[in-house]
């Protein structure tokens, strides 16, 4: 049985990243099943894009986040680059 729905984009927000990636593979799972009537389906599809553009942003948010340490010529370390960089 699927969970209550997010009936709105700012429902949808306000879930945590394992929320809606819990919420995102329930819809998954159904919509493989073949189980959804058709207009259910649609439905469930236009949520699944939300939580997937939701999650996709909270990652490219937290990977903004993450820092590199770097190191001297010493090999102590001498600060710190954002993600990706070097």
Partial sequence: MLEPTPSTDTAVAELSFEAALRRLEEIVRKLESG??????????YAEGDRLKQQCEARLAAAQ???????????GAPSGTVPFGDG
């Fill in 35 to 44: 189980e959804a009537p058709l207009d259910e389906a649609i439905t469930l």
């Fill in 64 to 74: 903004a986040r993450i820092e590199k340490i770097t190191l001297g010529r010493d």
